[in-house]
């Protein structure tokens, strides 16, 4: 078995362990790789361990690695996006984690539109207010799922949030259960086009906090295919 084989079971094996710890059933999360450091060897071998989800920031990576795997596995976007680039991808990624304004948002309508496609997203929201770099606002998470529901293209499954580097991950515990709190509270009102299917937390340093605390899609980079290229 290669180290990709042991790294990724290992990680299936922790999200498990920390599902029966808070008593959740592991599959209600959904483990995506994030392949954005390495190359197709390693994709391909992560696919072979039963991997089937890969995560990409870059647009340029994404379209090279979704035209070779696409038939064998999803992508999804999950950096930040310029709105200019939309157009590349729409239609490709099964799900973008990162749409943090209303300009994307609504781009990303025009663009689904003109191919007649629904795109899939998620609303990537500052929650700790220390990661302000990316991420919307509540204000503006707010106005931008009131604005798709006058959309036709694009349907809002979740949120997502980047938790600030900490040593200790205990120490930004509270990020995660804020934004699951967010999810079950809008989850709870009927929007039309947006139902509160995933939250996208947690990375390879804290993904087992974000999945006590109720994440759906865990982002896993490094702890996967880290010492193998
Ligand atoms: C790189 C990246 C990850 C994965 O980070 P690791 O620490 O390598 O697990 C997750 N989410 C986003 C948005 C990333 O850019």
Redesign the pocket.
């Known amino acids: 078995m290669s180290g990709i084989c042991e790294n990724y079971k290992a990680i299936m094996q922790r999200i498990e362990a920390a599902c029966e710890r808070s008593g959740r059933n592991p599959s209600e999360v959904k483990l ?1 790789a ?1 392949s ?2 390495v190359g197709n060897d390693e994709i391909n071998e992560a696919i072979k361990c039963g991997c089937t989800t890969f ?1 990409e ?1 870059r647009v340029q990576d994404f379209l090279e690695k979704y035209d070779k795997f696409r038939n064998r596995a999803e992508f999804h976007m ?3 996006l310029q709105t200019n680039k939309v157009r590349k991808i729409v239609g490709k990624a099964k799900l973008i ?2 749409v943090d304004s209303m300009r994307l948002l609504e781009e990303i309508e025009h663009r689904a539109g003109l191919l007649g496609v629904v795109q899939d997203i998620l609303i990537q929201v500052d929650v700790s207010g220390e990661e302000s770099k990316f991420g919307a606002s509540y204000e503006d998470m707010t106005a931008m799922l009131k604005a798709n529901e006058d959309n036709s293209h694009v349907r809002i499954k979740g949120l ?1 949030t ?1 938790a600030p580097f900490a040593d200790d991950p205990e120490d930004i515990r509270w990020v995660f259960k804020k934004l699951h709190d967010v999810s079950v509270d809008i989850g709870s009102k009927t929007i039309y086009n947006t139902s509160m299917e995933y939250t ?1 937390m947690g ?3 804290d ?1 087992e906090i974000a999945v006590e605390e109720g994440a759906g899609i865990v ?8 010492n193998t290229h």
């Open positions: 995506v994030v954005k450091t995560g920031n999950i950096g930040h984690h990162s997502m980047m996208s990375m390879t340093n993904f982002r896993v980079g490094s702890g996967i295919f880290r």
